[in-house]
């Protein structure tokens, strides 16, 4: 698997008239080589890969040599002391190097500064989701290993919700619900899990803090595992108490955005564009006369990243195809009050959308 994407990015490679590419994006360094380490914060990095149509280098510090060398097989490990851009200085010249293209998306420019520095001679070049495509259709491997991310994920969740929430804060849940992730065997969550009570859930991304959660409320759940690398994204909203505690308006509300939901699943085909799919979504919303509360994207992708290609919003001239994984998330925020969000993953097939998922946790408004 890995000498069979290391020879379609050297066929882009030499498509684009470039000698190497210097790869530091976590997810790419991973996809590409198997060394799984991810960035510790903004600003460091725990190596990245030179590749070039003879070469296939991985350069990282001490902290990380006997990882790289168990873990990419296919690549010579080489550990910098001086730090990467004096290595790279080294390197060059031996193998040549006259054009050296990096992930513009993931690289400072203070980074960039350095390479120019001890490059002379060296044309650095920026490229834009150059290995990031390659990464947009999953093959049968990466199919299952995204389903079990999943399946991992919706059994914590089916358990969360099957149990008590009234009297619970929603950080007290959230870390509940990463500590059953880890104890099921995941890496841990594929980002912090947002529970949002009540007028929190107006804010899409809203942190679990404090607020108890009270009978009535709606609560937005948004959770996801990383399993063996591969990540999973789902999104649920319950009412505290049942369906009995709701308000008049939760029914309005949740039925414009299942309907969107399901109208999406049904719809999309392969060869609209992301913007085509976020459009039979939002429609149904407009409709409903929330129009102007569904402020993000329909979906985007979901793979070794959580956020990935392709893009499916309003904005996303990106063409869907099959093979592709992507979320459909439709989602309702009223201020004071609180949202509605219902997320599914589906693999786009040659006769449309299939979900990945089998969590049922649906309410029957009729």
Same mark, same amino acid.
């Given at each position: 698997?890995?000498?069979?994407?290391?020879?379609?990015?050297?066929?882009?490679?030499?498509?684009?008239?470039?000698?190497?590419?210097?790869?530091?994006?976590?997810?790419?360094?991973?996809?590409?080589?198997?060394?799984?380490?991810?960035?510790?914060?903004?600003?460091?990095?725990?190596?990245?890969?030179?590749?070039?149509?003879?070469?296939?280098?991985?350069?990282?510090?001490?902290?990380?040599?006997?990882?790289?060398?168990?873990?990419?097989?296919?690549?010579?490990?080489?550990?910098?002391?001086?730090?990467?851009?004096?290595? @790279?200085?080294?390197?060059?010249?031996?193998?040549?190097?006259?054009? @050296?293209?990096?992930?513009?998306?993931?690289?400072?420019?203070?980074?960039?500064?350095?390479?120019?520095?001890? @490059?002379?001679?060296?044309?650095?070049?920026?490229?834009?989701?150059?290995?990031?495509?390659?990464?947009?259709?999953?093959?049968?491997? =990466?199919?299952?290993?995204?389903?079990?991310?999943?399946?991992?994920? =919706?059994?914590?969740?089916?358990?969360?919700?099957?149990?008590?929430?009234?009297?619970?804060? =929603?950080?007290?849940?959230?870390?509940?619900?990463?500590?059953?992730? =880890?104890?099921?065997?995941?890496?841990?969550?594929?980002?912090?899990?947002?529970?949002?009570?009540?007028?929190?859930?107006?804010?899409?991304?809203?942190?679990?803090?404090?607020?108890?959660?009270?009978?009535?409320?709606?609560?937005?759940?948004?959770?996801?595992?990383?399993?063996?690398?591969?990540?999973?994204?789902?999104?649920?909203?319950?009412?505290?108490?049942?369906?009995?505690?709701?308000?008049?308006?939760?029914?309005?509300?949740?039925?414009?955005?299942?309907?969107?939901?399901?109208?999406?699943?049904?719809?999309?085909?392969?060869?609209?564009?992301?913007?085509?799919?976020?459009?039979?979504?939002?429609?149904?919303?407009?409709?409903?006369?929330?129009?102007?509360?569904?402020?993000?994207?329909?979906?985007?992708?979901?793979?070794?990243?959580?956020?990935?290609?392709?893009?499916?919003?309003?904005?996303?001239?990106?063409?869907?195809?099959?093979?592709?994984?992507?979320?459909?998330?439709?989602?309702?925020?009223?201020?004071?009050?609180?949202?509605?969000?219902?997320?599914?993953?589906?693999? @786009?097939?040659?006769?449309?959308?299939?979900?990945?998922?089998?969590?049922?946790?649906?309410?029957?408004?009729?």
């Amino acid at each position: 698997m890995i000498k069979t994407r290391l020879a379609a990015l050297r066929r882009l490679l030499k498509k684009q008239g470039l000698d190497a590419i210097l790869v530091t994006l976590p997810a790419n360094r991973r996809y590409l080589s198997g060394f799984t380490p991810d960035d510790g914060q903004w600003g460091e990095s725990s190596g990245c890969l030179l590749i070039s149509q003879t070469a296939a280098l991985l350069l990282t510090d001490f902290r990380y040599e006997l990882t790289a060398r168990s873990q990419a097989a296919y690549f010579e490990t080489l550990i910098y002391h001086q730090g990467l851009a004096p290595l @790279l200085g080294m390197i060059a010249p031996e193998l040549g190097l006259k054009t @050296l293209a990096y992930e513009s998306e993931a690289m400072l420019d203070m980074w960039r500064s350095r390479l120019e520095q001890h @490059l002379p001679g060296v044309e650095i070049k920026p490229t834009l989701g150059l290995v990031s495509k390659l990464r947009v259709k999953k093959n049968s491997a =990466e199919i299952r290993a995204l389903a079990a991310s999943l399946a991992l994920m =919706e059994k914590v969740l089916d358990q969360t919700l099957a149990g008590e929430l009234i009297g619970r804060s =929603e950080r007290e849940v959230a870390l509940s619900i990463a500590r059953a992730v =880890e104890d099921a065997g995941a890496e841990g969550v594929s980002f912090p899990p947002t529970v949002a009570s009540g007028p929190n859930g107006a804010e899409p991304h809203a942190e679990s803090g404090e607020r108890v959660i009270q009978r009535g409320d709606p609560i937005v759940f948004d959770v996801g595992a990383k399993l063996k690398g591969y990540c999973s994204d789902i999104s649920r909203t319950v009412v505290a108490g049942g369906l009995e505690a709701a308000d008049e308006r939760f029914a309005k509300v949740y039925g414009a955005t299942l309907a969107a939901k399901n109208k999406a699943y049904d719809e999309i085909m392969p060869g609209m564009t992301g913007n085509e799919a976020d459009a039979i979504a939002r429609e149904v919303i407009d409709q409903a006369g929330f129009g102007s509360r569904f402020g993000h994207s329909l979906g985007h992708g979901v793979g070794l990243a959580t956020h990935e290609d392709p893009r499916v919003g309003p904005r996303a001239d990106d063409v869907l195809d099959a093979g592709m994984v992507f979320t459909i998330e439709p989602g309702i925020y009223l201020p004071g009050w609180g949202g509605v969000r219902l997320e599914d993953m589906v693999l @786009l097939t040659g006769e449309g959308c299939m979900r990945l998922g089998k969590l049922d946790r649906f309410y029957d408004l009729s």
